[in-house]
């Protein structure tokens, strides 16, 4: 399992860290990922995600995962996503 936002696409970073010394070794910063489930109001049903903490902030900012997946980039988003992004516009288009 990667470690990469399924919704923002936010991963892994790189930079040192530094001792009082003034030494530098190289480190990673790593996204806070939290393993969700979403209720889309569309399909009726939950979605389970893996997302950072800051992705389910503007889930919940923008009105729900329908509401943030019409205005997400499709590159940004896993297949997973992408996926269920076509599955609201679908049931969307025939309702």
């Known amino acids: 399992m990667s470690r990469r936002c399924e ?10 860290n530094v001792s009082h010394a003034n030494n530098k070794t190289r480190r990673r910063f790593l996204p ?5 489930t979403l209720q889309s ?3 009726g049903r939950g979605v389970k995600l893996r997302i950072s903490a800051h992705a389910l902030r503007s889930v919940d ?3 729900g995962l329908d509401a943030f997946l019409d ?5 940004d988003l896993s297949a997973n996503a992408l996926k269920v992004k076509k ?9």
């Open 32 to 36: 806070n990922l939290n393993d969700v």
């Open 41 to 43: 109001e569309t399909l």
């Open 61 to 63: 900012h923008r009105g």
């Open 87 to 95: 599955e609201i516009a679908k049931a969307r288009a025939t309702a």
């Open 7 to 16: 919704l923002t696409g936010k991963g892994p970073m790189t930079g040192n």
């Open 71 to 75: 205005k997400a980039k499709d590159a």
